[in-house]
């Protein structure tokens, strides 16, 4: 009778149910966004740059020089390779030094490198600037009488930008696919940007992108590197800049410079130390990395210690962790807005039917059944409202997941002045589906209430006037 009651009337059905399928679709979407953009911005930090486990001498973290650092030996690297989940060992050896070119002059995070194994974890080479729009360039792509009024305009906005590819520079641009045949191959042969590579063995430096504009150098230029070595000593150099390393966070970005690890080793006076041995992992669930970590405790001994990537960026997770309750004091705002709309749909539902009710009452029907019946229509109506929206919602989500919101202009260039990369990402199907569903399966269950004490404190002669 409740099945057959729905379709009585289907526009009633149909408006009551599509409530609660936004609410699902909504709720699905947003929570998806938000925690795609945390994971986004957590894999972002740890794989530029730290890693998910490292083994450090127990002082460094605390107090980052160049004395303390430690030796590997290569039979523990080889113990620490035979794990399941440790894919390769990449060793750093990272300190702090003035950097200086001309009359400009900054602190800088020199790390040291095996470009090869670097691969692995922060994929560096992948970062190297491959386009850059100089004021030169932008002239020389404008005078083609092929390119749009509106690229030359967007060419003048984000003159002097670096890109890794050349897709981020045609969606910048504004440059659809169906015309990127003509255009791209113009603007690519002008703005093209040629690095060098640096190796073992051969002194060279590759720096942040933020940080050449910063020091007004490029490729071929000589930085002069001046800090202080192991035990107190004196460590300078001087190295040609070889490539321009564009960094997802923009606050490495603008201090980074790399050097060949024995390079580096000789110039900070500690041949053969490292200031970290970072562990590549396989699987980076929580999980797995707790279980890892509890497998290479016994491995390493003093002055050694593991560290993992919560301890190492404690700050980002507190500032991620903050925002993540301020979003779900938003989301909840959102779910309260979403209870109303259900709500308000229910009552409007229970008003419409007022009189049929007084009828069926006053023939025989039993109060409580009749109660039962419209819990089971709502229940009906919630199910389909559910399942429409799950049905929705996932097709969003796993486009959204490939393909990620990526901001341009004054947005993205505020982003990235709070230090995070224009992007917001969406998260895979996960618990937080299950969470979701569940919340709104909650409210169809409150909003419930309403119409059942309606119909057991209903007074039927009222209801027949209705």
């Known amino acids: 009778m409740a099945w057959r009651n729905l379709w009585r009337n289907r526009r009633r059905t149909v408006i009551t149910s599509a409530s609660v399928l936004f ?27 730290t890693g ?3 083994i450090q001498h127990h002082d460094f973290w605390e107090e ?44 800088v995070m020199v790390i040291g490198i095996d470009p090869e194994k670097e691969n692995y974890l922060s994929e560096v080479e992948n970062k190297l600037v491959r386009y850059r729009l100089t004021p030169e360039a932008v ?61 073992m063995g051969m002194p060279g430096a590759w720096i942040g992108d933020k940080l050449s504009r910063y020091l007004e150098i490029g490729i071929g230029d000589t930085l002069v590197l001046i800090g202080q070595g192991y035990h107190a000593t004196s460590a300078a150099g001087k190295y040609e800049i070889k490539g321009i390393v564009k960094q997802p966070a923009p606050d490495i970005d603008n201090k980074i410079v790399y050097l060949p690890l024995d390079v580096c080793q000789d110039l900070f006076n500690a041949p053969g130390n490292l200031t970290s041995l970072v562990l590549h992992v396989g699987d980076n669930s929580d999980r797995a990395v707790e279980e890892t970590l509890n497998r290479m405790e016994p491995l390493i001994s003093e002055p050694c210690r593991l560290i993992e990537w919560k301890e190492m960026n404690e ?45 069926l009452v006053a023939i025989g029907m039993q109060k409580k059944k009749l109660a039962s019946v419209v819990s089971l229509e709502m229940l009906y109506i ?12 996932i097709p969003i989500i796993l486009y959204g997941q490939t393909h990620p919101i990526v901001f341009k202009g004054t947005f993205a260039k505020m982003w990235e002045d709070f230090g995070f990369e224009p992007i917001m990402a969406f998260q895979g199907i996960d618990y937080y589906f299950l969470w979701q569903i569940f919340i709104v399966a909650i409210m169809v269950l409150i909003a419930l209430m309403a119409p059942v004490r309606r119909i057991l404190g209903m007074n039927v002669v009222n209801a027949l006037k209705a």
């Open 139 to 199: 002239s020389r792509i404008k005078s083609d009488r092929t390119i749009p009024e509106k690229v030359g305009n967007l060419l003048d906005l984000y003159q002097g930008n670096s890109y890794t590819n050349s897709g981020r520079m045609q969606l910048d641009l504004g440059i659809s696919d169906k015309d990127a045949g003509s255009l791209m191959p113009v603007i690519e042969k002008e703005a093209r940007f040629e690095n060098g590579h640096i190796s």
């Open 64 to 107: 980052r020089i160049v004395d303390n650092t430690f030796t590997i030996k290569p039979e523990l690297n080889n113990r620490i390779l035979q794990d399941e989940n440790i894919l390769a060992t990449i060793p750093r050896f990272e300190s702090f030094a003035l950097a200086s070119s001309g009359p400009q002059t900054k602190g």
């Open 52 to 54: 998910y486990i490292q």
């Open 382 to 393: 919630g199910f389909l409202g559910i399942l429409g929206g799950s049905f929705l919602a």
């Open 23 to 49: 609410a699902v679709v909504f709720a699905l979407f947003f929570r998806s966004l938000q925690l795609g953009s945390y994971d986004y911005m957590f894999k972002s930090a740890i794989e530029s740059y």
């Open 315 to 359: 700050v980002l997770v507190s500032q991620l962790d903050a925002d993540n309750k301020s979003g779900m004091i938003m989301i909840g705002i959102l779910y309260l807005v979403i209870a109303f709309g259900v709500f308000g749909t229910v009552l409007m539902m229970t008003a419409e039917r007022r009189r049929e009710f007084g009828v």
